[in-house]
């Protein structure tokens, strides 16, 4: 575990805040991400959401694995909830791990980063993301939940495969509050191309 520089959940919180077209929901702690955007969906008037916690206590991963972080503050817990008008594609796996691959390579184009797939990201060969993607429909309207995880400033416990993005491999303590909305930025753009690309015919 590096030492942090910054707390994720405060620095993407701010970041989320200043996006008008983004339903925010954050608390410090929660069960889990998912579980909470499956239940509160998104208001009428909006299309976009994001769901930030600083620790979860239930983490989920895809199947029957969890995702733990260690340290609040140090990983980004996070899921992000799009409205479409059709039911996604078969598609919408791959798509949104190659969009968050896109979002992390044009952010720090430099680091050892490749796509185990469909979506897991790994930084030298090492996890260092992962995403959990739902979907439901409600009414008229469907929903894609993508849940998403980043070692940011250190590494779950007892997991040997797994990095962290300030590790030795990654930027070491050079991260900065800027560069990481720069990253927020990246991400928000490549999941928007990828929720347009998942109902297309």
């Known amino acids: 575990m590096t030492t942090p520089g910054f ?6 919180r701010e970041w989320a805040i ?13 069960n889990s991400t998912n ?4 239940s509160d969906l998104l208001p009428e008037d909006m299309d976009k959401g994001l769901f930030l916690a600083q620790h979860q206590t239930q983490g989920r991963g895809r ?3 969890s995702w733990s972080d260690r340290g609040k503050g140090t990983a980004l817990l996070s899921t992000w909830v799009f409205r479409l008008r059709q039911s996604p594609q078969h598609v919408t796996s791959p798509l949104f791990g190659l969009a968050l691959f896109s979002a992390a390579r044009k952010t720090w184009n430099s680091l050892p980063f490749s796509l185990k797939a469909p979506n897991d990201l ?6 260092v993301g992962g995403l959990l993607i739902e979907s439901l429909n409600h009414g008229k309207d469907y929903f894609i939940l993508i849940g998403l995880g980043v070692n940011v400033f ?7 495969d797994a990095n962290c993005l300030t590790g030795e491999e990654g930027v070491g303590n050079e991260l900065s ?5 720069d990253f927020l930025n990246h991400l928000s753009q490549e999941f928007t191309q990828a929720k347009d690309l998942c109902v297309r015919d």
């Open 18 to 30: 200043d996006q008008s077209d983004y339903h925010l929901w954050a608390e410090l702690e929660v």
């Open 154 to 160: 250190s590494i779950p416990e007892n997991i040997a």
């Open 122 to 127: 790994l930084l030298d060969g090492k996890k």
């Open 7 to 12: 707390d994720i959940y405060r620095a993407s």
């Open 35 to 38: 579980t909470q955007a499956k």
């Open 63 to 65: 199947g029957e694995h």
């Open 177 to 181: 509050v800027n560069e990481w909305k």
